[in-house]
């Protein structure tokens, strides 16, 4: 209800919660501080680092505290003249009065990371987050859109380089930016233009020194930089969250793939962190299996130690309960690189873990994790052979399957008849 | 009605105080302020690092512990303990100096943050310590 008595709220550009300038104010302010004739002043965008979290395992009255809080330490850290707004959620602006110098600019950066980056006591509980800040740096005749994603693309890189420190913008980050933009526009287009493949690495049991399957390896056939292994797109892919998609592509081509074998093979497909969180896995993967005819016990699934733990509040458990009744294999990938408790691993419907090729060449650390594996029942696969000492180490370890360079590089799907062939005769001879 | 009372330990680096006189002027300035919020407490300092205790009702003990936390005379505040509490363990203070103890500056003294923080001293421990360093000294 309007009072008709009391005239109109008068239009605020304060933040609420935090009594700081909010975006609105914030947009007039630089607007000002750009009016000719005057030059750029430093802007600092900051994010809190791990906000979120704060707020899921707190509560929001914390996460609200922490907010009032982060305020205060930012504004104790300015002058007078300096604006400090809130932008929205746990991002925040401070526009640095004229004449600011960039040493003292970045000064003042280091400052907020130091300060944010101290321990908050709120209610009683102590709460430890970091920051992440971005600074532009003037140039003249800069417009406002510019300075400010002048400081965003520094953001980015200060978060990308691990978060907790101040970035200054570069030249060099706008290209970056630019490459970053033009993969993600190539990386959506590939999965329809069917640029992706997949590469097959042999597996081969080390007592029969015979191929009993492949893993499989995604490529990404580049139209302009040829073919590309995933360490090129996939952190890409996941940011943009293209990850579930080309995963069950994978997951497909591989099983069609599979199926043509001359010899009932296994194949192993790894599974990401990301194809988990909807619950979608198991009806991807039964497609999968329908629609190539591939029987379920041919395939092995490999997932990483860390989609145990990403995957916070998914029923990762379940999903592999179905996986399990349809006869697939499950593998845990990198075995000794994460973070999993071993009654973690304990609880899961492994039938093998894959040993980290970091450890194949260790034999303290060989055997540490072959024991592991074979106290909890599981069959066991060495990854990384590339000497003939790795395989004589693994093989005299008992491990059941290798696989690494010296048993076989990753082959077109083209080239398995032909080295299936090669290894019947070499067999037969 | 006693269990509203709230006890924090840290210990820090010391990046900005070099003299007794800084300190008496830190200390003076602290009791001042301590008073006015109920709060109470013990500090230890030497060359290198801080230890702290604070206590008193939980929003005082926040906001006192917040405007220390912005000091840019200290930095790597490591909280060593943080609890709610049925008593004051320094009722007497507002902030006493553990340092007035010849035993306790001696102990003190030889430690360096990088051990402090290494061994983890447990915050019952230093809580102890600067008890008994201020037990032997009487409430000015
Ligand atoms: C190690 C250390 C301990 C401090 N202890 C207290 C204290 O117990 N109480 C207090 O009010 N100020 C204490 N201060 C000083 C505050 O950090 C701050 O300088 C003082 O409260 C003045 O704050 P103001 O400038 O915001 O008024 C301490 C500072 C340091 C470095």
């Known amino acids: 209800m309007t009072d008709p008595l009391r005239p109109p709220a008068a239009v605020t550009t304060v933040d609420h919660l935090t009594g700081l300038t909010d975006r609105r104010g914030f947009m007039d302010a630089l607007a000002a501080a750009l009016a000719p004739p005057h030059e750029a002043p430093p802007l600092l965008l900051l994010d809190l680092d791990r906000f979120k ?3 899921d395992v707190h509560g929001h009255p914390v996460g609200d505290a922490l907010l009032v809080t982060a305020a205060g330490r930012i504004r104790s850290a300015v002058r007078r003249g300096d604006v400090v707004a809130r932008l929205g959620g746990d991002e925040f602006a401070v526009l ?3 004449g600011t110098t960039d040493a003292e600019a970045m000064r003042i950066a280091d400052r907020l990371v ?3 980056g101290r321990p908050f006591l709120l209610e009683g509980r102590v709460v430890q ?12 005749g800069i417009d406002a859109a510019a300075l400010i994603k002048q400081a965003d693309l520094a953001l980015y890189a200060a978060k990308a380089r691990g978060r907790g420190r101040a970035a200054r913008f570069e030249a060099s980050m706008q290209d970056a930016a630019e490459a970053r933009m033009t993969l993600e526009m190539e990386l959506r287009a590939a999965l329809p233009l069917g640029q992706f493949v997949l590469h097959y690495q042999p597996l081969m049991d080390l007592k029969a ?9 995604l490529r990404w056939q580049h139209p302009g930089r040829g073919l590309l292994a995933p360490g090129a797109f996939l952190p890409v892919a996941e940011e943009v969250n293209l990850m579930p998609a080309i995963g069950a592509w994978v997951l497909r081509q591989g099983c069609r793939e599979a199926a043509a074998w001359t010899a009932p093979l296994k194949v192993s497909i790894n599974v990401a962190p990301s194809q988990l969180v909807d619950g979608t896995l198991p009806a991807i993967v039964a497609a999968a299996l329908a629609e190539s005819g591939l029987p379920g016990p041919r395939l092995e699934i490999e997932v990483t130690e860390n989609a145990l733990i990403d995957a916070g509040g998914v029923d990762v458990h379940g999903q592999f309960q179905r996986l399990a009744e349809m006869g697939v294999m499950l593998a845990l990938d990198d075995f000794g690189t994460g973070f999993a408790s071993l009654a973690q691993l304990g609880r899961y419907p492994f039938q093998r873990v894959k040993i980290d090729r970091s450890f194949v060449a260790d034999p303290r650390m060989m055997q540490a994790a072959m024991g592991v594996g074979r106290a909890l029942g599981l069959k066991t696969t060495a990854e990384g052979i590339e000497e003939a000492t790795h395989l004589a180490a693994v093989t005299g370890e008992g491990c059941e ?11 077109a799907a083209a080239a398995i008849s032909p080295f299936l062939h090669a290894e019947e005769q070499h067999d037969a001879a | 009605m006693p269990h509203d009372l709230f006890r924090l330990a840290y210990i820090s680096r010391n990046t900005g105080l070099s003299d007794a006189a800084e300190l008496d002027a830190l200390l003076a300035s602290a009791r001042r302020a301590n008073a006015q919020a109920d709060v109470t407490g013990a500090l230890l300092f030497n060359r290198e690092c801080f230890a702290q205790v604070l206590e008193g009702p939980m929003p005082a003990v926040n906001s006192v512990f917040e405007r220390i936390q912005r000091d840019p005379r200290h930095g790597d505040v490591i909280i060593l303990l943080a609890e709610n509490s049925p008593g004051r363990r320094f009722p007497d203070w507002a902030m006493a100096y553990a340092g007035e103890d010849p035993e306790a500056r001696e102990r003190f003294a030889e430690m360096r943050f990088a051990d402090l923080r290494q061994s983890a001293v ?8 600067l008890e008994q360093a201020v037990g032997r000294t009487l409430p000015a």
């Not at chain 1, 987050?129 to 003249?140: N, Q």
């Not at chain 1, 020194?209 to 390896?217: H, K, M, P």
């Not at chain 1, 399957?401 to 082959?411: T, V």
């Open chain 1, 53 to 55: 979290a704060v707020n």
């Open chain 1, 114 to 116: 130091d300060l944010l």
């Open chain 1, 96 to 98: 640095l009065g004229a």
């Open chain 1, 129 to 140: 987050i970091g920051s992440s800040v971005g600074l532009s740096s003037a140039a003249p």
């Open chain 1, 401 to 411: 399957i290798g696989q690494g360079y010296l048993i076989g590089r990753p082959m």
């Open chain 1, 209 to 217: 020194r015979q191929t009993v399957g492949f893993e499989a390896l």
């Open chain 2, 122 to 129: 447990a915050g019952t421990e230093l809580l102890s310590m």
